[in-house]
């Protein structure tokens, strides 16, 4: 049996929230992960952090909501960063070319750093 999926949230700043997400990402996680972004500040927020650090699955449905999570995003004038990617992931990333609209960093100090910039 697959471990239950988390997304704990946290403030970096006034405009920058983290969600943490632990466990797969797939369309069942759709109401947990825009549930995270109004935890984690919402449209009140310019940036948004995701750690994929203990991220076990993603699917085309996770690929998909990180998708709509984007579209989000951008309608709120927000910028979306992740890190924490297995070399996998990344590729996938590069594949369906969600790095050129979402950047994507080693480690939560780099995408803190890039969130400033």
Do not use: W
């Not at 988390?6 to 403030?11: F, I, K, L, V, Y």
């Amino acid at each position: 049996m697959a471990p239950a999926t988390t997304m704990a949230t946290r403030r970096l700043n006034e405009t920058t929230g983290v969600i943490d997400i632990k466990g797969d990402l797939t369309s069942a996680c759709e109401a947990a992960l825009m549930d995270a972004y109004v935890r984690a500040g919402g449209e009140r927020l310019r940036r948004i952090v995701l750690n994929f650090g203990a991220l076990e699955y993603m699917n085309s449905g996770g690929i998909g909501l990180l998708v709509t999570l984007l579209v989000r995003a951008h309608r709120q004038n927000q910028r979306l960063l992740v890190y924490g990617l297995s070399e996998h992931y990344r590729e996938i990333f590069e594949l369906t070319r969600l790095d050129d609209a979402i950047g994507i960093y080693n480690s939560e100090t780099e995408a803190a750093a890039a969130a400033y910039a």
